[in-house]
């Protein structure tokens, strides 16, 4: 049973669901002071965009998913993800990870080194185990690693690549992680909420959908057709809204807990297709990014560190108001950027500070409620 002191470093979730949700704040923080002019990074070394971007990929989002790998492999395998010393031990590298990306000082190496390190952490533990088929997940982190050694390089001149388009595929890999898992737990998830709920599964519509994404992305990062970029977005999007609709995503409404996926789920499907528009040229690719980022992995993001959060410390998985308030806070973020970012809007930057303020209300209600959840004991005495 963990006391009070030792509890946060019980199980990977509590300390980076808690560090991702503080670095998300002042992340938007810092980037709705750096749309003004002013802003406390000096960005001599790498812009305000660029920033930006790779903090919400690798300083929030990877961050949620390292927390998550080393919370699902413990429940997979049965074997001791790091913990206590060890799970501080990673903690700090975190933390001096994003000190090095905030000052662009020689810590960045720690950033460059520490999502190669949970993909060997939980990649030997999976291989321990003989759970092959969850080998994707560190393989992904594995490739974000290789991603971000491959941004800084270009961002020294080490390289001669274009810096925005590694952070796409970095957004990519997110989407990915999410494609992959959300196949798993929705539909199951969904199934338990709802007892008797008849579902349509597919197992070919299953694999087209994961299938052709991965081949839409592939495409987006290395070919110059368009119109073929377009078509397989397009297929991509169709394909995820005919699996989304066989999980029954309407008969969740009276369960937020559950609808908030099946709502997130559908941002990816909308991502591929605003991604489709965007490669036919009749509007820019900003808006598919930011569907991805804000309402699929930031709807996602918040759907499971509520969830996870209450069941790994013993509690009833049930959403009240404050989950109510962070759901609805992350689609009224994405409706205000969209809005924000609309041709020719004149009020870009009063709704740009609104969405972000959204944003981090969303996060800030979070950790507000989620604190003492998450660095307490569990409910109910049992270790984690």
């Given at each position: ?15 980076f ?8 704040v ?18 001599n ?22 927390g ?50 949970i ?35 270009t ?7 274009d ?46 959908a994961?299938l ?115 759901y ?57």
């Amino acid at each position: 049973m963990s006391n009070k002191k030792t509890a946060v470093l019980a199980l990977g979730f509590r300390p980076f669901y808690l560090l991702a949700a503080f670095w998300s704040v002042f992340s938007v923080f810092e980037w709705l002071l750096e749309l003004q002019g002013s802003g406390l990074r000096e960005s001599n070394y790498l812009l305000g965009k660029q920033w930006h971007a790779h903090e919400m990929i690798f300083g929030f989002a990877a961050t949620v998913v390292t927390g998550f790998a080393l919370t699902a492999v413990r429940a997979w395998t049965g074997l001791d993800t790091p913990k206590d010393i060890g799970l501080l031990t990673l903690v700090l590298l975190w933390i001096g990870a994003r000190a090095g990306v905030f000052t662009g000082s020689l810590l960045v190496i720690l950033d460059i080194l520490f999502l190669p390190i949970i993909a060997i952490v939980i990649g030997r533990l999976l291989l321990k185990a003989k759970m092959y088929r969850n080998l994707f997940l560190p393989l992904i982190l594995m490739l974000l690693g290789i991603l971000n050694l491959c941004f800084y390089l270009t961002i020294f001149e080490y390289l001669h690549l274009d810096a925005n388009y590694i952070i796409f595929s970095a957004l990519y890999l997110i989407v990915m992680i999410e494609i992959m898992i959300s196949n798993r737990i929705i539909p199951s998830f969904t199934a338990n909420a709802i007892p008797g709920l008849s579902q349509y599964k597919n197992p070919f519509i299953a694999k087209a959908a994961i299938l052709s994404s991965v081949a839409a992305f592939a495409l987006l990062i290395f070919s110059p057709i368009t119109i073929l970029n377009a078509c397989l977005c397009f297929m991509a999007g169709a394909f995820h809204l005919i699996l989304l609709w066989g999980w029954r995503p309407l008969s969740t409404k009276a369960k937020p807990i559950v609808w908030i996926l099946h709502i997130s789920y559908l941002w990816i499907s909308a991502g591929f297709i605003f991604m489709g528009i965007a490669q036919l040229g009749w509007m820019r690719i900003y808006p598919a990014l930011h569907i991805f980022g804000i309402g699929a992995t930031g709807g996602l993001i918040i759907a499971m560190i509520t969830r996870t959060a209450l069941g790994h410390t013993g509690r009833m998985i049930v959403a009240g108001r404050t989950e109510l308030a962070c759901y609805f806070g992350i689609q009224v973020t994405l409706m205000t950027w969209l809005l924000a970012n609309s041709k020719h809007n004149a009020w870009f930057y009063p709704l740009m500070v609104i969405a972000g303020f959204c944003w981090m209300g969303v996060f800030i209600i979070y950790v507000i409620k989620y604190f003492p959840i998450l660095t307490g004991p569990r409910v109910d005495g049992k270790p984690g």
